[in-house]
């Protein structure tokens, strides 16, 4: 398995820029560009990952998505001059011509489709394009907001062409809405568009009605856009990780797509001046994770916006740097998602749920009639046209009020992300000598062999005396792994123990981890002497007869058919646990897999590849001895390999729905991230 992630990009796409004044496109220059590699190329980054050269797309590819009348119009561009360059510019909105930027177009729809054709023959694993011009918002027969040719919705349909992908997820966490990619796959239920965009109630540019929730795609298409609109600035790393736990990710694993496209723009970072946005460059990391186990892992990533040169370059390199495997560090400050942005979630969730079983018991939309929302129109000035038809002095004041305006962005500053550093130490394997050690782990044993004056510890403080020396040596080496790990030494690992529950209890009393994330498969009993607090969260899926605990540190997830009902299962993965684990920042996770656990592998591989965004990757899987089977995949998905897609979901039980509900309410004033709506909106002119 030569299994590497792709770097596409070329200079060339650097050598185009604006030619005259315009304040609307005066951010989009070609050192995003140079920056954005420089920084892949001064971190190591760029060295890691498989160079592929760009290509020119050919007119056949370019008419995937737009007009011959269209094409022939761009083709004319290289020849005109710098008059004519205006005229034909101003046909369309915050857009610029140039005599090279048909030939970058036609590399950056092509550098698209190189990554393509390399996830798609396996090459490489997953990739990213770094590209200008950007795409998503090009249109069939139009240049707008940068974009020339729809880079991200030519290479989705050539993928369904020429590599008989079935089902097409595009993410697109850029700023603003792709509506190019709305518009061109609106009524095509094998191309799922997500977005999340700033708007406003329709005062941010594109300015579209169709940016708003209510547009979910037409015909056979419907409930295949999904639109999430910002109606504030300022949102945070909570709520983008709220809106991929509550909506993005249910619908992306109910619809299991053969292939994910993630338009990635990264003017939803903060500092932006077009967002104006508080998500940190971390996020990106946390973001691309979470998307790596749909589609068997293959992820192509191709950059959109991102205008703040400092923010784009660093949120490039997170990116590319989960792409490789690479754990991440916490996102940091997860208070939770803000009232307007629930509000988003809320109102997204409710017109999805007759489209997505996984959005079946979403709250009922907001009473208000949505349409009385839609009527602050902006006073949105030199955004349309060029600025040569504006009068002098009108001109000079408005440069004043941009220099203004940048004064204000330069203040804002975050601190950089941190360093991310491997542990020289993937995955080690804690394993009878009798069973074979999986091929890319290490056999663990302790750094610096067993130390006497910690087993003697082990055996006062834990042990009964009648513990055997291979029971007491097994556990000294868990404790001993685990140190490694919290000093970052080794990433994870997998123990196959004789007693999982006093492994567990061992593992979760001594005070060697600061917070534990306690995971406990199957109908079994968690150890009564695990204590439930904030040095341990525990969450046991599949409990059927929890014990009475109401804390908020005890949170017994049932589910009716058993861990088979795979609805169910990722429903509660994706919109407890992970919500859960990532507010709870824990230092490491326990996944315990006792005897007679009925979770089925690729439930099983999700599980533990979702997992590792959490506590730097930090997971020990503790596997009941004598359940050997599954020692090679829960390796696998431990080193990093895409855990296999599950195919589409069917709708979960709704009893357990039910009960994941009543577990949310109970939840939800504590964990915030847990929130799926808006805390009751007061009443409105009604009561007077
Ligand atoms: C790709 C992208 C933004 C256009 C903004 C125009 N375009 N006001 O981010
Ligand atoms: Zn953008």
Redesign the pocket.
Known sequence: MTMGTALIYDEEMTKYKLLWVDP?CKIEVPERLIVSYEALVKSGLADRCVSIPVREATDAEILLAHSEEYLEAVKKTPFMHLEDLMTFTRKYG?VYFHPNIYHCAKLAVGATLQLVDNVMTRKVRNGMALVRP?G??SQSSAAN???VFNNVAIAAQYAKKHHGVKRVLIVDW???HGQGVQYCFEDDPSVLYFSWHRYEHQSF?PNLRESDFDSVGSGKGAGFNVNVPWNQVGMTNSDYLAVFFHILLPVAYEFSPDLVFICA?F?SAIGDP?GHMCATPDIFAHLTHLLMNLADGKVCAVL??GYNLTSLAQSVCQTVQTLLGDPAPHPAELGGPCESALESIHSARSIHKKYWSCLQHAAAPFPEEPSTRHCRLAQQGG?QGLQGNVGEDAQKEEEEEEEEKEKEEEEIVWPEPLQRVAPSLHTTLLLPDIVECTDGCARFSPADGPDPLAIARLRKNFLKESEDEATVTLLYNLTALVGQMEKNEIRNGLALVPDVSMAATLLTSASLSKRVLLVWMGEGLVPAQIIEDEKTLVVHINSMAPHEAQSKYYVPIPLKKGCGDTAGFMQAVLGLLLPLGYQYEPSLVLLVRPQGCQVKEDLWQQLTCLLQGLALGHTLVLVQENEMAPVGVTASSLLGNAAPSLGPLDAPGSEDVESFERLRLRLQTDWPLLQTTAPEKRRSKMDG
Do not use: L, R, T
Request: net charge negative.
């Open positions: 609307a915050d950007p998503h918002h907001g940068f974009c850029d700023v603003h540019w723009g003017d077009e959109e916006g955004s």
